[in-house]
């Protein structure tokens, strides 16, 4: 007889099936039911919570009790890293999708370019052999076409004679960067396309593009399920350090693709055998995830990736659902933290040949910057932190469905925006950004970013701000939402320790982009642009990021919103040879400036924390 636990996931429908033992986080990621799970299970992020609908989870541990308030437990929150089933359970995972949808919506410019795909689809009519006319197969058929990269694909070639004769010898070849990589039976050179992925630490997107027109047929976001291990790079590239970790970072990723690529295809009318070409870019460590290639050495001075350049191989390598023979392209890095992405930014945005100076900021996960110039690219990559995706933040969560996204404080009045409209079930990025700035201009945080407990406050807070004001587990904090408007029943509160988080993450920021302005020898009223790319610097009010500091003071007229640019400038090498080619030169360009050795990074650190003073 099984001994096994049966855990039902309500709200995803999915059950898993588990050895004693196991965790709560083990069960949903058996299931493939997203969690999330900051620190990779180690029980100090507090993120991972679940709600146990039946069954019983056994008494608190110590995490739990230090990250559930107590009415969080009464109702059955549990944290999923923490909790051992002995019995069969039913369990509620809130649902984030909403998360990538957003990243999915994002609006930038997208890729403007003219198709010119490294895919070129023939069709070939043959006059058929006779004694006549011996010629074998397979010359017969390149005779029609120009292959310039002569590699044979085995498949194909063992699949061929039939196929010319079912085929009456006409049929359509198709050469993905000169090399023949498949023939079918008539004229199908119409149907002819790729897909762009942007390998994100948190989300995963992908993108069905028509290689004929360059037109985008459908998109779809996933969490990225290494989240399991770890919201960062570091604690993903700390997994990896053993086989078998690596094993299943790649396994992660690449079913996170396929996921992608199942519903694209469902959704465009497109068959698997029709994606010729695939063009992914991703921070370093993603692509060396990607690609199954261990990033240890990443995480330790020097810092030095295993590759840079762009890599290509066949989709059959990654047993990626798509035409075995067809070629995934992985755009190239530029150093250990500064990835393609960050290539696919620089592309999408053209900041090489735009005027003047301008700015490329992108925060995500991590934070790169690219500051273009004087004929000059220079990049550097901050530790920033997740910070603005949630993590290390007590009410933090990504920007899903019960987000607290925007925060207005009127007079004694606290107005929030929730994304959907829905319960506030915690606070996003942006949302955190914006309580904070608001809390610095009514004087509730001081420029050196402590929350004032009632008794320190300036003349003229008003009472309305005060009440919500209480000493709690962190030291002061700041009620935003009262436990009756919650979703989990507790209040939502911004910590002192959540103002600590966010200090050293715009700090972060701030003083890469200090550092990249003395670099080029340009003082920040010399900004021409600063071009906020990602999912976090579409969502934020550029108001709020200036009153805190994250972005040098310009008008807020210089700053423009970009969306998805590393996804779009993906879209554009899949598109379009030369656009690919210029990405390539893009990465030999552009110059990396290692933040931790720059004399004076410490300094402009530390000034970096303080909040502007305000008015
Ligand atoms: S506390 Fe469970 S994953 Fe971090």
Redesign the pocket.
Known sequence: MSNKIRIRFVSQQKIAEVQPGATL?DAAAAAGVPVE????????????KVRIVSGYGGEPSQ?EVK?LGLKELEAGWV????CRPEKDMAVEVPVLTDAGRRKVRLQGGGPVVKPDPAVEKVYVRMEPPGLDDQGPDYERLLGGLEVTDSRVNLELLASLPRLLRDANFQVAATLVGGRLAAVERGDATGRKYGLAFDLGTTTVVGWLVDLDTGDTLAARAVTNPQNVYGADVISRIGHAGTHEGLRQLQQKILAACNEIIRCLLDEGRVAGDEIYEIVAVGNTTMSHLFLGIDPTFLATAPYVPAFAGRMELEARELGLDVMPAGRVVVLPNIAGYVGSDTVGVMLATDIGRRPGFCLAVDIGTNGEVVLAGRGRLLTCSTAAGPAFEGARIRHGMRAAAGAIEGVRIDGGEVGLEVIDDATPLGICGSGLLDAAAAMVQVGLISPTGRLLPPESLPEGVPPGLKERLRRGKDGTEFVLAQDGSVATGEDIVITQKDIRELQLAKAAIYAGIQVLLKELEVTPEEIDEILLAGAFGNYIKIDSALALGLLPAVAPGRIKAVGNAAGDGARMALISGTARAEASDLARRAGHVELSTWPDFQDEFVNAMYFPKQG
């Not at 799970?37 to 993120?47: A, M, V």
């Not at 944290?79 to 923490?82: E, G, R």
């Open positions: 986080l799970g900051n620190c990779g299970g180690k029980g100090t992020c507090g993120k991972c995490a990250h944290l999923a890293c923490q």
